[in-house]
């Protein structure tokens, strides 16, 4: 029984993907899900309580998976500046490999008023952490700067990522691949964040 009810969760959020990410938050309808997922109505309501419930499931299902393979890729490098690199090119990566996902968290996502008043964003907020304990990593390393404040430099790094990958899901072409677009966010960091006298 608890199979079968993973099961129909499972199939309702990747219908959600789905219908979310090719008729928009705001035009997607319960019924159009519940058809997707090739379950009744009704059924739907036995999971979630409305289709803000179904929009949060479904990121807080997917920054799991974002954390972690994100947690395991950065602890791979052993040096911060590299540990910069890594999550920048993870990030880029994530995006274009999950094109629904991107775009629902994107744009769809800042567009439930309960996402974005209500839902206490914990997950989003780990994900922030582990740029600030890059960033103080490197600090106590002596490689970054002391006076970059963590918490300032992890919302200024994620915000470019974040940017470019907006640009990317709203965008018909991408003018850079994610290499160079990776490298590029990273080095502007990094500039500001090294030491004169650290040698990378």
Do not use: C
């Not at 990566?93 to 914990?122: C, D, G, P, T």
Request: avoid cysteine.
């Amino acid at each position: 029984m608890k199979n079968k009810n993973r099961d129909k969760h499972k199939r309702i959020i990747n219908a959600a993907t789905k219908i979310f990410a090719q008729k928009g938050f705001f035009q997607a309808k319960v019924a159009d899900i519940a058809k997707e997922a090739q379950v009744a109505d009704g059924t739907i309501y036995l999971y979630f309580e409305n289709k803000d419930d179904i929009l949060i499931s479904l990121f807080e299902e997917q920054m799991n998976r974002v954390l972690e393979d994100m947690k395991t890729q950065v602890l791979k490098e052993e040096d911060a500046v590299k540990k910069i690199e890594k999550f920048a090119f993870n990030h880029l990566k994530l995006v274009e490999l999950n094109k629904n996902v991107a775009e629902i968290i994107q744009v769809e996502l800042r567009q439930s008023s309960k996402f974005m008043k209500e839902y206490k964003n914990e997950k989003f907020h780990e994900y922030l952490n582990l740029i600030g304990d890059i960033i103080k990593e490197g600090q106590k390393e002596g490689i970054f700067k002391e006076g970059i404040i963590p918490g300032i430099a992890k919302r200024a790094f994620f915000g470019a990522l974040d940017e470019m990958s907006r640009f990317w899901v709203l965008s018909s072409r991408k003018k850079y691949d994610i290499e160079t677009a990776a490298k590029q966010i990273s080095d502007y960091f990094l500039t500001g964040l090294v030491n004169n006298s650290h040698q990378t």
